[in-house]
């Protein structure tokens, strides 16, 4: 079993978000195992660095389908996106001071936790949104 996994009954009824949803899992898990095995430095800079990225790459994407779709909570999913950044900016620069092990750890716990309940919770709602409009990809 993994750190963290996907589950069928996380999808949002968008075939991309549930990609993404799916992936950032990969590259948390990813960077647990490099942690846990104790990564070189480099090998951590990129897991560490390409969630970060992905994690971005996200919140935007998935902003940019809710204004799209005209969805009616977006400001209250914005704002807690915008949280989540903030949060991540605080393992960022401890990250680059140094202490890589302990902020990538700190950020594999916070985005698990943070992600499976956004997940169930928030984006779930937009998911219901998507099928009462007709609008769900899969
Ligand atoms: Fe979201
Ligand atoms: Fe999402």
Known sequence: MAFVDWYPNYSVHNALMDRHHQELFQAINQLREGVLEGNAEDAL??????LDDYVEKHLKVEEDLLKEIGYPGFSEHKEQHDQLREQIEIYRKLFQSGKKLEAANLMAFLL???????ILTIDRQYGRYLVDHGLETH
Do not use: A, G, I, Y
């Open 45 to 50: 800079d990129r897991s560490f660095v390409f």
């Open 112 to 118: 698990k936790t943070w992600l499976v309940s956004h």
